[in-house]
């Protein structure tokens, strides 16, 4: 284990508190530098609904606090991405002197492949999923009735697809490092494609609207993903131990 001198409790959870408190003030700069840009970070969220309503299709709000609580909410988001280094550079100077050599040498390339693939989710969620999805979630409405969606509602449903969307790119950073433990193997995974697929449905139904574009669009990548994961299990999984000899052994005697 990395050297490091014994600390009592006492002084464990001091630090803890110390780095909690710098990650609490981090965020809450990055939510006051957020709010000075609300409309335009609301405005960059709501642009592919925007764009699929066509022109003069607007958010409305239905109570007079919603657009104050909406841009609360974007701003308090925008702060937690402004301050994710410090986060993460607090967690790791917390958790790094009781890790071996060999450990920290995993974790950083963990987690940054981690924050790449989540952000990799995200924007093909927002850049690839959102202007088709939501083209398709207002045609059903046809020459019947106009949509009228809330700033409330819309940044609810995008928040939540946006993590989703960033939650589920991280399955083959998963997948891999369970078969470098030793917890799968790509034997395993080729025999559980079809129960995999059947999870992904699942998965796309209840992550996304109810309907079967928005669910086809999250169910195809996560096939994809989980063939990729194959191949990383192959590259990068544990290998075998050799087989040692009966008659090696009675050589070596």
């Not at 959870?13 to 780095?19: A, G, I, Y």
């Not at 040498?105 to 939501?134: E, N, Q």
């Not at 609810?156 to 083959?172: D, N, W, Y």
Request: net charge negative.
């Amino acid at each position: 284990m990395a050297e490091e001198k014994q600390m009592p409790l006492t002084e464990h959870l001091e630090e803890l508190r110390s780095r909690l408190i710098v990650c609490v003030v981090t965020v809450l700069v990055g939510f006051f530098v957020s709010y000075g840009f609300k409309e335009q970070l609301f405005a960059l969220v709501a642009r592919p609904l925007n764009i699929a309503m066509g022109e003069g299709g607007k958010l409305i709000f239905t109570s007079l606090t919603e657009p104050f609580i909406a841009y609360l909410k974007i701003s308090f988001f925008g702060g937690i991405i402004i301050a994710l280094p410090v986060i993460l550079y607090e967690i790791w100077a917390f958790v790094a002197p009781g890790l071996y050599s060999k450990e920290k040498k995993v974790i950083f390339p963990l987690v940054f492949l981690g924050c790449l693939f989540f952000a990799g989710g995200a924007s093909f969620g927002y850049f690839i999923v959102f202007p088709m999805g939501f083209k398709v979630l207002l045609a059903f409405g046809g020459d019947v009735a106009d949509a009228l969606p809330s700033m409330k509602e819309y940044l609810g449903l995008a928040t939540k697809l946006l993590i989703a969307f960033g939650v589920v790119f991280e399955l083959p950073l998963f997948i891999v490092t369970f078969s470098r433990m030793g917890m799968v193997t790509p034997q395993m995974l080729r025999k559980g494609r079809k129960y995999a697929l059947v999870i992904f449905v699942i998965c796309g139904a209840i992550l996304t609207p109810p309907d079967p574009f928005s669910q086809l669009m999250m169910a195809a990548p996560l096939v994809i993903l989980y063939e990729i994961s194959i191949i990383g299990a192959v590259i990068f999984g544990k290998k075998p131990e050799p087989e040692t000899d009966v008659d090696d052994i009675d050589d070596i005697d």
